[in-house]
Every structure is written in structure tokens, then in C-alpha cells.
């Protein structure tokens, strides 16, 4: 009877542990997409003396860790101070994060990317960031790409402390813990759906209704082979 048992826990974890990879290797694979504004048909105010070139996001996800911004060189290749500042809102007065490059490392095929660490709580809140070349003058001055067309919501470039029409070339960048992506995994399964299958805890309820059933069945079956075991002994 003891050997019976045995079988059937080792199938029972088996089981189990094949189910639990099978929802980690779902839960892992899910992964946010960068987000911002990819046109950059114009290029924005020279960055000299006291100009400011920004962009205002609100952003869509938690564990804001990356931004990247397109860039012109300079016609001429100074090395001149490119200063950039992470701050919560246009208005804001402190920087959450600040970088300062050279803008020697302007290159205009790639983007300039700038990490901090991740904002876990980032979904929803307003950030806005913004570049600045003091002591550059006018004919050394890199810029920045930007789309006087981009429609990006809700976002807006920045000069000099005023809104433009349109949107920096830019990407923010996300990364999820686990636990993020559990919510993230439920959010995206209940987007769009209505009534019951609208609610993340109606799915939350249906996968405790599965354990339980499970768990019956599986006493059940122990049942039966144990009372099989007391008959043929
Ligand atoms: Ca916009």
C-alpha cells in the first residue's frame, strides 16, 4: 500500500513541477516593448548656451530604467559638456537622474542611451527629461532629432521650458520583476473582456478552483488505491 502511495505522490509532483515550469516559461517570456516617439523627421533648436531641448512622458509601465535619444552631431567635432537631466515633470526643480556626456559621443546612427536604476513604481507618473550644451555656441551646437507630426499620447517636446507640437525621437525603456509580470499577465488577460471575464479575480478564483478539484480528484484516486490495497492484502 505504502509503494502505491509513493507512485502516486511522485506523479502528483511531477505533475505539479512540469505545470509550475510550464507557467515560469510563460511568465518569463512576457516583456514590455520600449515606448516612445520613432519619427524624427525635423531636428530641434540648437543645443547652445542656455537652450533646453525636452520631452514630457507620462509612463505606460512600471520599472522605467532606460531612456534613449536621437541625436545630430555637431557640424564641427567639439568636445564640448552634453548634460542630461531626468526630472518628475517639466516643472519640476530637482533631477532624479543627471548624465553629462561629451558630445564627441554623438554618433547619428545610433541613439544615445542613458540608465538609472529602475523606477519600479513608474506606471502613470509624469517624467520628463531634457539636454543641454551651456558654454557651446551656435555653430557647434548638436541637436536633437524630433517630429513636429508625432501624435505620441500623452507626451510633449519641450523648449526651453514651453510645450511644442510634437515629440522628441525617444524610447523609454521598462524591466518587470516577476511579480510585476504576474500583474502584467492578468492585466492583459482581462483587457477588453467583459462581465466576469473582465476581472483579474475572477481568474485568480477559477485557477483555486483548479487546485481544489485537482486535489480531490487526486484524494480520490489515493482513496481507491489505498481500499484496492486493503482488499488484496
Ligand atoms: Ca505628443
Known amino acids: 500500500m505504502k509503494r502505491r502511495y509513493l507512485i ?3 506523479i502528483t509532483a511531477a505533475w ?3 505545470l509550475a515550469a510550464v ?6 517570456r512576457l516583456n514590455v516593448p520600449p515606448w516612445g516617439n520613432p519619427m524624427a523627421d525635423s531636428t530641434s ?3 547652445a548656451g542656455d537652450t533646453r531641448v525636452g520631452q514630457a512622458f507620462v509612463a505606460p509601465m512600471d520599472g522605467l530604467y532606460r531612456i534613449e535619444v536621437v541625436l545630430v552631431p555637431a ?3 567639439t568636445d564640448r559638456p552634453l548634460i542630461l537631466h531626468l526630472t518628475a515633470g517639466p516643472t519640476a526643480q530637482e533631477d532624479l537622474y543627471t548624465a553629462e556626456f561629451s558630445t564627441t559621443e554623438i554618433d547619428p546612427a545610433t541613439a544615445l542611451g542613458f540608465e538609472f536604476g529602475p523606477i519600479r513604481d513608474s506606471k502613470g507618473r509624469e517624467f520628463f527629461f531634457y539636454l543641454e550644451s551651456p558654454g557651446t555656441d551656435l555653430e557647434e551646437a548638436p ?3 524630433f517630429s513636429p507630426n508625432s501624435t505620441l499620447e500623452p507626451a510633449d517636446a519641450y523648449l526651453n ?5 510634437g515629440d522628441l525621437a525617444f524610447h ?4 518587470l520583476r516577476t511579480r510585476d509580470k504576474v500583474g502584467l499577465l492578468l492585466s492583459r488577460m482581462t483587457e477588453d473582456r467583459p462581465y466576469l471575464m473582465g476581472s483579474e479575480a475572477f481568474y485568480l478564483v477559477l485557477a483555486a478552483a483548479y487546485v481544489l478539484v485537482l486535489g480531490a480528484f487526486l484524494y480520490k484516486l489515493g482513496s481507491q488505491v489505498a481500499g484496492e490495497e486493503d482488499k488484496d492484502s
Not at 507557467?23 to 518569463?28: F, L, M, Q, R, V
Not at 521650458?161 to 507640437?165: C, D, H, N, R, S
Not at 523609454?172 to 524591466?175: A, G, I
Open 8 to 10: 502516486l505522490a511522485l
Open 75 to 77: 557640424p564641427e567635432d
Open 172 to 175: 523609454s525603456f521598462y524591466t
Open 161 to 165: 521650458g514651453e510645450p511644442l507640437a
Open 16 to 18: 505539479a513541477i512540469a
Open 45 to 47: 533648436a540648437p543645443l
Open 23 to 28: 507557467a515560469k516559461n510563460a511568465i518569463d
Open 143 to 145: 541637436s536633437v532629432r
